[in-house]
């Protein structure tokens, strides 16, 4: 009876293929059903915040120590630590095992002698003194203008973080997540370059002292801009407001005003040694607005000048002092 | 008696020696094996030299080596333009393997041609016999000769194209533009999520990176069109085994020119030949080594030398041919040679010269001039009706010289750190100048301080520029900055100008001093009868150098409200605009 046998396993073939066609279709349902989105709002991609910590990473306020420590002198890292030693020394910022970000401005691929960048004996002198303190790491962390590399490379800054012990940073496409910055006027969420904070205890800011056409000078406070990406050609359409905002969003534990060399015109580029002197100082604050006010007055010489609008807005929300001279300043000579 | 035990069948196998008595390692140190090694190792130099042309890898290794050494490259730039640039010499050092052993280079250097065989080899599926018919010769394998030809006219006309098909310039560029982004694309990905998902530190997958340090992903034009000829030209493997080689390749073309002067060949004995054709197995040239070898299609692969099982095939130094020294009747089998009886049936054993008949020579050399009046006069590319997009790389030659010189390598364009060379589609160059380096500003902006894409360029259609040279320092003062356009504003755009919106991003990022991007302060009544003060931007010619940093942070982003366009480059006296850069230009002619 061949006959019974092939129609035996022709009834079981059919009822295996009918299985799977029917779990095939079950399966795509299910799938279908779980994937389901009848308004759209489902496919669209979840963006996670980031939120820098309530406060910042400002220290404790002093009542006692000066709010400004001026150095000058010719060796950056005798007046680096000067300066630190005025408003009480590195101990003061830096605990053992801290992860530390060092933010210096390297916006441009420029030779450090044209003052359109932080000058490496400063980034070196501070990198030395932060490890000294006993940082874990520290982290060197910019944003340029121009090609990241190239920028870290030809201003010198990779070159003196490196050998003084600090780790660079560059930025690639990956490395921003969304920031929000409560109370911001214009960037409340902003793409923000946030693998060299993650884990990190303490920020410094170390910026050089620049001219700039459109908000007139461009110091610690501005130097902020280089922590951010995204849209950030739209920030002149209210460059005031926006460095106020930067004060607001980056709470620092230390800035370091770069006083070495002046950029006084055709900044914030430069470009020619003829647009560059001396300026031989170096500030330190955990106020940036006061450290900057020092700048405009006594390193760019615009004391007859009144501070730029972006001073008042962001001493208006508490965010510091332009009033240097009403405040205690250490002015010490260093080597 | 004790080791016969313990020792596997499959051991002793290996360790068995061969059956004309050479210990077994004999079959370890086949020249088929060097082979394989000597392409494992140009290809990865190959790969390493791509990988380093990149500003922190660069460290003086020869990154445009293969170009140099490619003796079509030298050949044909010194036809077009009577010079040997920089290290162009060194296409020379091909000619010695290629006159001493034939077209060696295509089967044990050239990393395209490495490529095809691999490709060939993976997606392998047909039978002995398939592969003995696929690996004969035809007519078609003509073509690169004919393809060589029309090349070599136009570079003598003054139209350099070889680098369309060149071997190398073609990988270079796919390389440049195709499989280094994409190589970042996937890196960058695999990067995110060892670090979100597996919380790992993804510092040591910045190796893989082709561009360390550059913030965006790069993107080239047309880039799918590049990765898709390598595809279907490499593809072309599945039906025509080394089909680009065969086929298509100008150099291969030059070198199989060259190599029937060649002192080696394989060499077939007539004694022993019993014409069974397994040499057809893997020949990769199909030079059929089973009768009349041509020479200048065999690569020199070896591969017929290990599948003859009468060991009749030898590679060994060229001698006459013997067809008229066989004595007696090969059709009775009583032929002899030099007192040996003859087995194969076919007596020819060499035909030196490519397949050419002397008719389709002048077909392509017709061919050839007629194409150049039929691409230059497209006007895409000249004095006349020249595309204001055409914007070229600091320190390249004049237009006419560029088009001399320029071998569409793209190594400009993979060196370029913020991405702004791109390879020109047919819009703003046509056809001659297509994939040849222009400026997209949209995507980034020639850096001030960097001359890389004159260090790489292997012809000099981008002259070696000192920063000096670019910036106009020192001794080149008195010449100035070298300009590759101007900035122009559409003021109908511009935030300032038309939107009463303060802005002047272009003013802050003008990289020159003192800055060719100035601004007036005007105080306006604004729309809700406010007086404001505005700064509002304009450009001094004599001092933009054309970098194009305004255009590409203008944040009218998609049109941008200051823009850079071809005129006023320093190499140009036609493209020039202010009467004093003319004058400059003529007093240095």
């Known amino acids: ?335 | 008696m004790g080791s016969t035990l313990v020792t596997p069948g499959w051991v002793r196998r290996r360790l068995a020696p061969n059956p004309d008595g050479s210990p077994w390692w004999a079959r370890a140190f086949r020249a088929t094996r060097v082979r394989v090694v000597s392409q494992a190792f140009f290809f990865s130099l190959f790969v390493f030299l791509v990988w380093c042309t990149w500003f922190s890898r660069l460290r003086g290794y020869p990154v445009s080596l293969f170009l140099e050494v490619d003796p079509l490259v030298g050949v044909a730039t010194a036809i077009a333009n009577h010079t040997v640039y920089r290290w162009l010499w060194r296409g020379l050092l091909v000619f010695i393997p290629t006159l001493l052993l034939g077209r060696a280079f295509c089967n044990w250097m050239c990393p395209y041609g490495t490529l095809h065989q691999l490709v060939g080899w993976l997606f392998n599926v047909w039978t002995n016999r398939d592969n003995m018919s696929r690996n004969r010769y035809r007519p078609a394998y003509q073509i690169k000769y004919l393809v060589l030809a029309v090349f070599l006219v136009l570079a003598a006309l003054g139209s350099l194209q070889v680098g369309l098909l060149d071997p190398i310039c073609l990988l270079v560029r796919t390389f440049a533009t195709a499989i280094a982004p994409a190589a970042d694309l996937a890196h960058v990905n695999l990067a995110a999520a060892l670090r979100t998902r597996l919380g790992m530190d993804p510092e040591p997958l910045l190796l893989l990176s082709s561009a360390p340090g550059a913030l965006e992903q790069r993107v080239f034009r047309g880039a799918w069109f590049v990765g898709a000829m390598i595809v279907g030209l490499v593809g072309m493997n599945l039906v025509i085994p080394r089909f680009f080689c065969r086929v298509l390749c100008p150099l291969g073309a030059l070198l199989g020119v060259l190599s029937r002067w060649s002192l080696f060949r394989i060499d077939r004995d007539l004694a022993k030949c019993t014409d069974c054709d397994l040499c057809l197995r893997r020949c990769e040239g199909a030079s059929d080594p089973h009768q009349a070898l041509r020479k200048s299609e065999c690569f020199v692969c070896m591969n017929c030398i290990d599948d003859c099982p009468e060991g009749a095939l030898s590679f060994r130094l060229e001698r006459l041919p013997v067809k008229d020294r066989v004595l007696g009747d090969l059709a009775k089998g009583t032929a002899t040679l030099f007192g040996e009886k003859v087995i194969s049936r076919v007596p020819d054993t060499v035909r030196a010269a490519p397949a050419v008949p002397r008719r389709r020579w002048l077909f392509a050399v017709a061919g050839g001039m007629l194409a150049f009046p039929f691409l230059r006069l497209s006007a895409a590319v000249n004095k006349r009706g020249f595309s204001p997009k055409a914007i070229r790389p600091p320190g390249s030659v004049e237009e006419a010289a560029f088009l001399e010189r320029c071998i569409k390598c793209d190594q400009c364009i993979r060196v370029c750190p913020t991405n702004v060379l791109q390879p020109a589609t047919l819009a703003p160059a046509g056809l001659e100048g297509l994939w040849t380096p222009v400026m997209n500003f949209a995507i980034g902006f020639c850096q001030l301080n960097c001359t890389l894409c004159s260090e790489v360029c292997p012809t000099g259609a981008i002259q070696k520029t000192p920063l000096d040279r670019k910036l106009g320092l020192g001794p080149y003062a008195e010449k100035g900055p070298i300009s590759i356009g101007t900035a122009f504003f559409d003021r109908g755009r511009c935030l300032p100008w038309a939107m009463e919106t303060p802005c002047v991003v272009c003013e802050e990022v003008c990289p020159v001093t003192p800055k060719a991007i100035g601004t007036y302060d005007e105080e306006i009544t604004r729309w809700d009868g406010k007086r404001v003060l505005l700064k509002r931007p304009y450009v001094r010619p004599e001092l933009c150098i054309g970098c194009g940093i305004c255009e590409h942070e203008c944040p009218v982003v998609d049109s941008a409200a200051v823009y850079v366009t071809a005129v006023g480059e320093t190499r140009s006296i036609e493209r020039s605009l202010l009467l004093e850069a003319t004058r400059k230009a003529k007093e240095g002619t």
């Not at chain 1, 129609?7 to 009918?18: N, P, Y």
């Not at chain 1, 700048?295 to 501070?307: F, M, N, T, V, Y």
Request: hydrophobic share 45%; net charge positive.
């Open chain 1, 1 to 335: 009876m061949g006959d019974e046998r092939y129609l035996r396993e022709s009834r079981r073939h059919f009822l295996k293929q009918a299985g799977i066609a029917a779990g095939a279709a079950a399966a795509a349902g299910a799938l279908a059903w779980a994937l389901h989105d009848p308004d759209g709002e489902r496919g669209k991609e979840a963006r996670p915040e980031l939120e820098l910590p309530k406060g910042g990473f400002a220290v404790v306020p002093s009542a006692v120590l000066p709010a400004l420590g001026v150095a000058e002198g010719q060796d950056a890292a005798r007046m680096v630590r000067a300066a630190v030693d005025a408003v009480g020394g590195i101990g003061r910022f830096v605990r053992r095992g801290d992860v530390v970000v060092v933010k210096p401005n390297v916006a441009f691929e420029r030779a450090a002698a044209l003052g359109a960048t932080t000058n490496p004996e400063v980034v070196r002198a501070l990198v030395s003194l932060v490890r000294e303190a006993g940082a874990r790491e520290v982290r060197v962390a910019d944003n340029p203008i121009e090609s990241p590399e190239a920028c870290f490379v030809r201003s010198g800054v990779q070159r003196a973080a490196e050998e003084a012990g600090a780790r660079v940073v560059l930025p690639s496409a990956r490395d921003f997540e969304t920031l929000r910055v409560p109370g911001a006027t214009w960037i409340e969420r902003w793409p923000f370059f946030a693998r060299p904070f993650a884990g990190a205890d303490r920020v410094i800011g170390v910026a050089p002292v620049k001219d700039h056409n459109l908000c007139r000078a461009s110091m610690t406070t501005k130097n902020w801009y280089g922590l951010l990406g995204g849209r950030r050609n739209q920030f002149h359409q209210d460059i005031h407001g926006i460095i106020s905002d930067l004060a607001l969003m980056m709470r620092p534990t230390l800035v370091v005003l770069d006083g070495t060399r002046v950029l006084f015109r055709s900044g914030p580029t430069g470009g020619s040694l003829a647009d560059v002197r001396p300026g031989n100082t170096i500030v330190a604050s955990t106020d940036s607005l006061a450290a900057d006010a020092y700048g405009w007055d006594e390193l760019l010489g615009r004391s007859g000048e009144p501070l730029p609008p972006y001073f008042a807005r962001a001493a208006a929300r508490g965010l510091g002092n332009p009033d240097w001279r009403a405040q205690a300043v250490k002015k010490v000579h260093a080597g």
